[in-house]
């Protein structure tokens, strides 16, 4: 089972999403593999430091983000990877690392890689280090209103 505050959320806009379970996988890489999906559609989320402020990013599994390009994006002074302990405070409800790309729901701003727009479906971690969840990029577009970003490679 999802996060309850995510599949409150979800249930409340009446957003269908299929749950994947899958044996315990901490990288982005083992995650596709467990849950058998493809580098590129599996959306990881990472959370930077915008000059003094956490940001969260959702990118393709297989991609890395570039921060000085992150910079010009956002206009920030300086982008850094934030470690888990500045930001695991913010996510109580989640196992470390295994955050859902819905920073709405964590008073973050969302940045969504441009590759990620370009498939039908998203999948990601729903929290813990053993379930995905698997929607519309439509929906979550329309829920979390991203920005769109180019900054990964």
Do not use: W
Not at 10 to 25: E, R
Not at 49 to 66: F, Q
């Amino acid at each position: 089972m999802a996060i309850k505050q995510l599949s409150e959320y979800l249930a409340k806009h009446k957003v269908k999403y299929d749950t994947i379970k899958h044996p315990t996988a901490y990288t982005a890489q083992q995650v596709a593999a467990s849950a058998h999906i493809s580098g590129k559609q599996y959306a990881k989320t990472v959370i930077v430091r915008l000059d003094d402020k956490l940001a969260m990013l959702v990118m393709p599994g297989n991609e890395r983000v570039d921060l000085q390009e992150l910079c010009e994006e956002t206009g920030c002074e300086q982008a850094t990877i934030a470690n888990e302990y500045e930001f695991s405070s913010e996510f109580k409800d989640c196992e470390t690392g295994a955050m859902p790309p819905f920073g709405n729901l964590y008073g973050m701003d969302v940045y969504v890689a441009k590759d990620l727009t370009k498939d039908k479906e998203i999948a990601f971690n729903a929290g813990s280090h053993t379930e995905l969840i698997k929607m519309k990029f439509s929906d979550y577009k329309k829920l979390v209103k991203p920005k769109i970003i180019d900054a990964m490679h």
